[in-house]
């Protein structure tokens, strides 16, 4: 029934997408309808028309499903970071429970996988502990900072994000005044000058201790000495000032280069009781007490033994496998990023750990090299980027054949991908536990455990 657009129609929202949009049928045909929830009545205006199935937009709310709430942000419908703030946590929980099991379901044929009820984290705002503002002007001219709307680069001004802590946003808000009072230029993209680009902030969950970041255009930003001393007098918490330089014609926020004005460029936080140190390009968990409980679900589904050897892969800062390290023979990290595996050795030491190793190499390069020289690990973990594993890193783990697999997603439709890969060369998976690491957002991330031969049915 092509060539809807513009009708419109009345539907009612049945389902959630794992994109965030409610999912409606309009003769048969989905239609995918963001800010609506289950048993929302609606009359939406279909804006495209793809055939088998359509995008519309609300024009009117009828009745309100049981978990649709008012979403509580000015700024909701064209930030879009938070797609479902419109549901009440119950809800939304569910859902992400659902796009779990519906993936591991509809992509990996794993029809009677048990999935775990969601575990989530003690906080659904307040809970991220790093934020990139955009700067910008506002329509009076002001500095402010906000947030891209969604597939653009038109900047949302957002005084009061509800996902970051409010000293975050603060601190932000006086950085614009700052720039403001000073006549420090921001940065044009289609012009490719100016100089401030984005205000990024870091703050330890456990430590309280912030990094306050500026990504210029540039390599000296004007009145830096009393931009420091007004910024640490004002919020004491701030431990380190840096500027990171990103000079690109790039949608990539930060560049390569940082340069401290103000303390050592790093602050300190533990991460399950590992000790960290964190600069602008760390990688490292938004939600520290939900990432807590996702690393604690990893160590319990690994099941180490005292004379085990545990292979980290994709191991960033090498806080899982460091997590784990007490339960083992010897630990060895695989990572690319060679600021994350030094990193990671600056952990160990700091634990006193004896009995890891941390490589730089790509997971899949360094898995097959350690196959080929007979390294033979009881427990491999993997916590692969979006895109997953690739075939040589699941080869190389096949080959190694260990006990046990714990792989970490951040995405739950190539889990269910690489899990079916793994299944057809004996690797069984034996449950999934889905832990919401970004509530509000669509994302949700999943521990699986996989096991061959008798380990399976133990």
Wanted: some cysteine; aromatic content about 6%.
């Amino acid at each position: 029934m092509p060539g809807l657009k513009n009708t419109l129609a009345r539907l009612s929202i049945e389902s959630l997408s794992s994109d965030g949009s409610g999912v409606g049928r309009m003769d048969g045909k989905a239609v995918f309808v963001p800010a609506t929830a289950p048993g929302d009545e609606v009359t939406v205006k279909i804006v495209k028309d793809m055939g088998r199935y359509a995008f519309g937009i609300v024009e009117e709310l009828h009745v309100p499903g049981p978990g649709h709430i008012q979403p509580g942000c000015p700024v909701y419908r064209p930030c879009g970071g938070c797609c479902f703030r419109h549901l009440d946590y119950q809800t939304e929980a569910q859902a992400k429970e659902g796009f779990v099991a519906d993936a591991f379901r509809r992509l990996g044929g794993f029809d009677a996988l048990p999935v775990l009820p969601l575990l989530t984290g003690p906080l659904t705002d307040r809970y991220r502990n790093k934020v990139q503002f955009p700067v910008g002007y506002d329509r009076a001219g002001n500095v402010t900072f906000g947030f891209y709307a969604g597939r653009s680069h038109r900047l949302v001004p957002c005084r009061d994000c509800l996902l970051q802590p409010e000293a975050l946003n603060d601190i932000a808000a006086a950085v614009c005044a700052f720039l403001q009072e000073h006549h420090i230029p921001l940065y044009d993209e289609e012009t490719h000058k100016g100089l401030v680009r984005h205000i990024f902030l870091r703050q330890g969950r456990h430590s309280g201790q912030v990094l306050l970041c500026l990504v210029v255009n540039g390599h000296k930003l004007p009145h830096a000495q009393q931009f420091c001393e007004e910024m640490t007098a004002r919020f004491p918490q701030i431990k380190t000032i840096v500027l990171n330089v990103n000079r690109q014609k790039t949608n990539v926020i930060t560049g390569d280069e940082c340069i401290p004005l103000f303390g050592s460029g790093f602050i300190e936080d533990t991460m399950c009781g590992v000790p960290v140190k964190l600069g602008p390009l760390s990688f490292y968990q938004v939600n520290t007490p939900a990432a807590e409980r996702l690393y604690a679900v990893a160590r319990e589904f690994a099941a180490l033994r005292p004379d085990d050897t545990l292979l980290d892969l994709y191991c960033g800062m090498g806080t899982i496998g460091l997590s784990m390290a007490a339960d083992c023979k010897a630990l060895v990290g695989v990572e690319i990023v060679p600021e994350a595996v030094e990193s990671a050795k600056t952990n160990a030491s700091a634990m006193n750990v004896q009995n890891a190793r941390f490589l730089c190499a790509d997971a899949g390069q360094a898995a097959a090299q350690l196959a080929a020289e007979g390294l033979t690990p009881q427990v491999i973990c993997l916590d692969p980027p979006r895109k997953g594993c690739d075939a040589a890193t699941l080869d190389a783990v096949l080959d190694m054949a260990p006990r046990r697999v714990v792989m970490v997603s951040c995405n739950a439709s190539t889990a269910a991908r690489d899990c079916r890969y793994l299944a057809d060369r004996g690797y069984q998976p034996l449950k999934v536990q889905p832990v919401d690491l970004f509530p509000r957002t669509k994302h949700v991330e999943c521990v699986v455990l996989l096991a061959r031969g008798s380990e399976a049915h133990t």
